[in-house]
């Protein structure tokens, strides 16, 4: 059965100290691997798509990196705005739905 | 901005009563879903649309159905609202321009079943 986990459920960071979300995933035909970040109240805003392992994005200071299982948000050095639920999904061949996991809540400290 | 627009933003309502949600996007996605997010499931997907009355089922169907009927227009309707219906339901588009495989959600409605 096709499932993702993020782990950990929730993260609390002091600024500056970086850090890695995780994003385990099962599929039978991987079309993409998403990341998306969602504020209190707020739709999920699109960061990155990964569509094969080796890959990675950049953005600011979150890089997300793809292997044939995981796939990990990493956070450099984060600030108080970085903030937010993180979460993955991913999309599989011949079907129109993301499969989404539970998310990770990050808190970044001053 | 997806130009993504979700109608009403919060609403309350009893059980057994009709509800319809309106998603409203401009820049003419041919792709367009409705999803709801709960605690301890994440998103989940209840019906998608890939052109004008073109419809099918997601995952969490049962109990909902929806409309089509102009391209920059997606309803939602709860025919008989259940208290297992209060979520938080969203709209999103499939993009286009070298994000084909990219959904872009809207702000979501917020509603609540007594």
């Known amino acids: 059965e096709d499932q993702v986990t993020q782990s950990p459920e929730a993260l609390r960071l002091q600024e500056g100290e970086s850090s890695s979300l995780n994003c385990s995933y099962t599929?039978?035909?991987?079309?993409?691997l998403f990341w998306y970040r969602q504020d209190p109240g707020k739709g999920p805003e699109f960061l990155f798509t990964?569509?094969?392992a080796g890959e990675e994005k950049e953005k600011e200071r979150l890089k997300a990196t793809l292997t044939k299982k995981e796939s990990f948000l990493h956070i450099t050095a984060p600030k108080p705005e970085d903030s937010a639920t993180y979460l993955c999904?991913?999309?599989?061949?011949?079907?129109?739905?993301?499969?989404f996991g539970t998310g990770t809540r990050l808190t970044i400290i001053p | 901005d997806a130009g993504i627009t979700q109608s009403p933003r919060h609403k309350v309502t009893e059980t057994g009563t009709p509800v319809t949600l309106r998603c409203h996007q401009t820049?003419?996605?041919?792709?367009m879903y409705w999803y709801r997010q709960d605690p301890g499931h994440g998103l989940r997907l209840i019906h998608y649309?890939?052109?004008?009355?073109?419809?099918d089922k997601g995952e969490v169907s049962d109990g909902y159905s929806v409309s089509r009927s102009k391209t920059e227009d997606f309803l939602l309707t709860l025919e008989s609202a259940t208290s297992s219906q209060t979520s938080v339901y969203f709209c999103?588009?499939?993009?286009?321009?070298?994000?084909?495989?990219?959904?872009?959600f809207g702000p979501g409605t917020r509603l609540t079943v007594l």
């Open positions: 999103a588009i499939r993009g286009g321009g070298g994000l084909d495989n990219e959904q872009f």
């Open positions: 599929v039978s035909g991987l079309r993409g």
């Open positions: 990964l569509y094969s």
């Open positions: 999904a991913f999309s599989n061949f011949g079907n129109e739905k993301l499969t």
């Open positions: 820049e003419n996605h041919r792709y």
């Open positions: 649309s890939y052109g004008v009355k073109d419809t």
